[in-house]
């Protein structure tokens, strides 16, 4: 099968986050499966690493190289990507972000023409995609080049719709027809990833709760209706997880590599992770990680309600990452005055997340929603227990057999899960055995990648 995957950012090219790694690890996995595959992506200012290799094709377009032949393809274009950021700067969005993606969305239906590659899919990430969809079915109907050719729209948070005034639908050379409830007009403005969704043939989440639960009024934000309507060509599919990062066997970050087998190499990541961190080096006491963007949406306004009272648990907590101010200000305020229980690292640190995820005894994750999350499953990787809120990809990875989960998203569950894992932990048998189930998990690209393919088909045959 010939495959075009379109995204916006592609690991290891550019990355603001999940989406570039489903993007760089999923189209290596289908090739692994004999599958056809390329992939095309604006080139921003940062892909410039001679490590790339980057070929010029054609003056606007050039080309690297990555697995057995894969080729990325990059649409140039100086005054729309030639930034330092993907999609804004520190004031907010890109005012011209209509006018970008909408070229890179034509240019990409233009290219596979030049490059005589008609696939059998093309396979779209999120809104800065979602006009491919669109152009296909109205623009380029009348090309016999594109007469086969079906989408799947995937949606890794509905959160983000590409919205735009009214006043810039001309940009997009459509005709005024489509700017209607049955098209892309929402509330009186542009919806791109609605426009997306009504002229895919497939439409994906990277989860399949999360498949569920954008089509309800809580998730699904304003786009719960159409996606009900449409809910025959709806389906979820779990992110997959890249073994040959996550793995604490061969990881270069950690002190101590381990496994299943010789666990005792876990305790000794434990200690470096709470002498690097300035925290006590107390044995029985657990110590809970953090990974995360600090915002409302992964849990941080039950989170930091509940803190003062977490503090005076005995446990230890590392958190890492940026986010919202108000939650720098508030975390930073309960680390001064809790320094022997709360280490805080307001930063990207990827060789401390790597120490955290083998050092810590839980992984703590009480997103809001969360359509697929790699936490957990990174966490589990390394026996590192998880404790999540039962929504999105959460709740189709985490069990009580590998770790906790609290079902009403509120502090107090929050608090009373903590709780319980403290006890648990304790019973060293009861958490051997957690250990032992959660590292034994599987979230292989491998299996998610067969399920792509048989969606594939399912449009196909559309």
Known sequence: MRIAICASEVVPFAKTGGLADVAGALPLQLQLLDQEVIIIMPRYKAIQDPKFRIQRLKPDISYSVIGKNLRVYFIEKDAYFNRDGLYGD??????????????????????????????????????????????????YKDNPFYKNIKTILTIHNIGYQGLFSKEEFPKLSL????????????????????????????????????????????????????????????FGILNGLDYSIWNPETDKFIIKNYSLKNIEGKYQNKEELQRICQLPLKKGVPVFGIVSRLAEQKGFDILTDAIAKICKMNLELII?????????????????????????????????????????????????????????????AYGTIPLVFKTGGLADTVTSD????????????????????????????????????????????????????ALYEKAKSQ
């Open 320 to 380: 890492l990452g940026t986010g919202d101010l108000k939650y720098h200000v508030l975390l930073e305020n309960i680390a001064k005055r809790y320094p022997k229980v709360i280490s805080l690292h307001l930063k990207f640190d990827n060789p401390l997340a790597h120490k955290i995820y083998a050092g810590s005894d839980i992984f703590l994750m009480p997103p809001k929603y969360e359509p697929c999350g790699l936490g957990q499953m990174i966490s589990m």
């Open 175 to 234: 005709d005024w027809s489509l700017f209607n409830i049955e098209g892309l007009e929402f509330y009186g403005k542009i919806n791109i990833l609605k426009g997306g969704i009504e002229f895919c043939d497939i439409i994906n989440t990277v989860s399949p709760t999360y498949s569920q639960e954008i089509q309800t009024k809580e998730f699904g934000f304003g786009l719960q209706g159409l996606l009900n309507k449409r809910r025959e060509t709806v």
């Open 402 to 453: 590998n770790g906790f989960v609290f079902d009403k998203y509120k502090k107090e569950d929050l608090i009373k899960t903590i709780e319980k894992a403290i006890r648990v932990l304790q019973d060293k048998k009861k958490w051997l055995e957690l250990i032992k189930n959660a590292m034994q998990s599987n979230f292989s690209w491998n299996e998610s990648a067969k399920k792509y393919l």
């Open 90 to 139: 520190k004031t907010g969005d890109y005012p011209d972000n209509l006018d970008r993606f909408s070229y890179y969305s034509k240019r990409t239906l233009d290219l596979l023409k030049e490059i005589n590659f008609a696939p059998d899919i093309i396979h779209c990430h999120d809104w800065q995609t979602a006009l491919i969809p669109v152009y296909l079915k109205t623009l």
